[in-house]
């Protein structure tokens, strides 16, 4: 029973609070896409206004992180994938969803590194942040570990997701599942996309020059 609780609480937080966080922070950097580098700057703002802002990331973001995170890693290191004997669907969906976690949770260790620890370390402030995406994205191999670790965070929520809804006796039926998984589907492709075409956003110009200015504020201030 303490297994099925630890994984039922896994599985909870993985939508509640984690979800929740995980499709803000997709509008939050799709706003780079809707406003250029002053509507990122104005959204990351307005996020690091919010009332008691240290509490709500703490219980709503890092402690039900740090518990489905490293559960997740256990989860996953006990699991046996069975397609070589199986190949069929829910197989796929059971290894994949084991693998993308393990992956998602390395990416965002290293993102939460190069960005919120940053700022936390006082390297960085809020309003550069736009700048420093855009140092990351210019640089292929980065990119193209940006990309890998988006679509697996991507197909790990919406897949986790079509699965929260079985375990918890929301969708019961063959029909209900199948129409969970269509929507789950479209879910993880709107997703990918947003979190991608912000990618290349910040590729832009406009982001360069942000990460300049932040550049020379630095430079002036060590030599101050």
């Known amino acids: 029973m303490r297994g099925f609780y630890s994984r039922k609480i896994h599985s909870l937080l993985g939508v509640i609070p984690l979800g929740g966080f995980f499709l ?13 580098a002053s509507g990122f700057n104005d959204s990351v703002l307005w996020l690091n206004s919010l009332p008691l802002v240290f509490f709500l990331e703490l219980f709503g973001i890092w402690l039900p992180l740090l518990y489905h995170g490293v559960y997740g890693l256990y989860i996953a290191y006990q699991s046996k994938p069975n397609l070589n004997r199986y190949n069929l669907e829910r197989n796929w969906r059971y290894t994949l969803q084991r ?6 949770f390395i990416f965002i260790v290293w993102h939460v590194f190069e960005t919120r620890f940053q700022v936390t370390l006082g390297n960085v402030k809020h309003e550069e942040l736009g700048g420093v995406m855009h140092n990351i994205v210019t640089q292929p191999l980065l990119l193209a570990f940006y990309v890998i670790g988006i679509v697996s965070a991507s197909f790990h929520f919406s897949n986790g997701l079509w699965s929260f809804l079985i375990s918890w006796g929301i969708t019961v039926g063959p029909r209900s599942q199948k129409a969970s998984s269509i929507l789950c ?9 947003m979190f991608i075409v912000s990618l290349v956003t910040f590729r832009d110009s406009e982001f360069q020059s942000v990460a300049s200015a932040a550049s020379i504020v630095q430079s002036l201030s060590t030599a101050i």
């Open 24 to 36: 803000e922070h997709m509008l939050t950097n799709f706003s780079a896409v809707e406003g250029g």
């Open 99 to 104: 693998y993308t976690g393990v992956i998602t």
């Open 185 to 193: 589907l479209g879910l993880f492709v709107l997703v990918t996309l």
